[in-house]
């Protein structure tokens, strides 16, 4: 085989060792997600070398999807990192063996504090197996790596296991993306659910006019006002809308009677209104299912406050 398809199959011998855990997702995936729900204080996650590693990314993983959580590593508890652990919290713990020396040593202080251990292994019949409240078998039938040594499907595994509590959790507590985005404030998701129509929207030198205005004129305002769209007004309320599009169409169709006609004549009545604290994602949903470029943003009272186009969102 040449390198490619060294690696074409690793994948797919990955993918199988993935469909091998199915079975394993028994009444002990159930208490473990029920012991993390019903978890008062924080999820710590342990574990050594490659395991540690895939530890901490299930940590990461779990608060930031509502579950606080941080890694601790073990060899790090026996100087001073101990005192981070209340008799609130849940242990996770994570060894392909389930037999790690300075795993197993940290165990026992566990154990005295009353702290609930879920234990992550290959191994059903492990040490960590045995003294934990529940384990969760991530065995695999072999190593991707041609040796059957280097920890490869086993830690994935053990990564996917990680992935599979956090989801469980996620629909448990009906977690939802304005949720995930108080945990992203610097993500994309998350400036589009906490940025407002009101901290982007366009509130001076609007295309504005009356009802009554020809269309010859109201083209030159909507052309000064740059966003392809003008805004029929009855003293400070909404009365209705015209766009680019209908001009172009009300040219199409009277043709020289064009400029006796008024914006009252084509304009959209009921044009799509947002209040000034909705966020930037619900805006940008509206236009994709109305198939439309802006929004007027208004109170209840049809007050016209700003508006917003596709290119202010794009924040």
Same mark, same amino acid.
């Given at each position: 085989?040449?390198?490619?398809?060294?690696?074409?199959? $690793?994948?797919?011998?990955?993918?199988?060792?993935?469909?091998?855990?199915?079975?394993?997702?028994?009444?002990?995936?159930?208490?473990?997600?029920?012991?993390?729900?019903? $978890?008062?204080?924080?999820?710590?996650?342990?574990?050594?070398?490659?395991?540690?590693?895939?530890?901490?990314?299930?940590?990461?993983?779990?608060?930031?999807?509502?579950?606080?959580?941080?890694?601790?590593?073990?060899?790090?508890?026996?100087?001073?990192?101990?005192?981070?652990?209340?008799?609130?919290?849940?242990?996770?713990?994570?060894?392909?063996?389930?037999?790690?020396?300075?795993?197993?040593?940290?165990?026992?202080?566990?154990?005295?504090?009353?702290?609930?251990?879920?234990?992550?292994?290959?191994?059903?019949?492990?040490?960590?197996?045995?003294?934990?409240?529940c384990h969760l078998n991530v065995s695999v039938s072999r190593e991707a790596d041609p040796l059957n040594l280097a920890p490869t499907s086993s830690a994935t595994a053990q990564l996917v296991m990680g992935d599979a509590l956090?989801?469980?959790?996620?629909?448990?507590?009906?977690?939802?993306?304005?949720?995930?985005?108080?945990?992203?404030?610097?993500?994309?998701?998350?400036?589009?659910?906490?940025?407002?129509?009101?901290?982007?929207?366009?509130?001076?030198?609007?295309?504005?006019?009356?009802?009554?205005?020809?269309?010859?004129?109201?083209?030159?305002?909507?052309?000064?006002?740059?966003?392809?769209?003008?805004?029929?007004?009855?003293?400070?309320?909404?009365?209705?809308?015209?766009?680019?599009?209908?001009?172009?169409?009300?040219?199409?169709?009277?043709?020289?009677?064009?400029?006796?006609?008024?914006?009252?004549?084509?304009?959209?009545?009921?044009?799509?209104?947002?209040?000034?604290?909705?966020?930037?994602?619900?805006?940008?949903?509206?236009?994709?299912?109305?198939?439309?470029?802006?929004?007027?943003?208004?109170?209840?009272?049809?007050?016209?406050?700003?508006?917003?186009?596709?290119?202010?969102?794009?924040?």
């Amino acid at each position: 085989m040449n390198t490619r398809e060294y690696g074409i199959q $690793c994948i797919k011998d990955e993918a199988a060792a993935l469909l091998e855990l199915i079975p394993h997702l028994d009444e002990q995936f159930d208490r473990a997600v029920e012991l993390i729900y019903r $978890c008062k204080g924080k999820v710590i996650v342990t574990g050594v070398g490659k395991s540690g590693h895939i530890g901490a990314k299930i940590a990461a993983t779990f608060s930031s999807t509502g579950t606080p959580s941080f890694f601790v590593n073990p060899l790090d508890v026996y100087h001073g990192d101990l005192g981070v652990m209340t008799t609130d919290d849940v242990v996770l713990a994570l060894s392909n063996s389930g037999q790690t020396d300075e795993l197993l040593r940290f165990i026992p202080m566990v154990l005295r504090m009353h702290i609930p251990i879920i234990g992550m292994s290959g191994n059903p019949a492990s040490l960590l197996a045995r003294y934990a409240d529940c384990h969760l078998n991530v065995s695999v039938s072999r190593e991707a790596d041609p040796l059957n040594l280097a920890p490869t499907s086993s830690a994935t595994a053990q990564l996917v296991m990680g992935d599979a509590l956090a989801v469980a959790l996620i629909k448990k507590r009906n977690f939802q993306p304005q949720d995930f985005a108080h945990f992203h404030p610097g993500g994309e998701l998350g400036r589009r659910l906490l940025t407002t129509v009101q901290d982007v929207m366009r509130k001076d030198n609007l295309p504005l006019f009356h009802a009554d205005t020809k269309l010859g004129e109201a083209v030159i305002t909507m052309s000064q006002g740059k966003l392809g769209l003008g805004v029929a007004m009855n003293g400070d309320r909404v009365e209705g809308l015209i766009t680019d599009g209908d001009i172009r169409r009300a040219m199409e169709k009277s043709q020289k009677e064009f400029f006796d006609r008024t914006v009252g004549d084509i304009m959209t009545r009921e044009p799509k209104t947002v209040r000034p604290e909705a966020s930037i994602a619900t805006i940008q949903d509206m236009m994709t299912k109305y198939n439309i470029h802006a929004v007027l943003v208004t109170d209840d009272d049809r007050h016209l406050l700003g508006i917003v186009d596709h290119h202010l969102c794009m924040i």
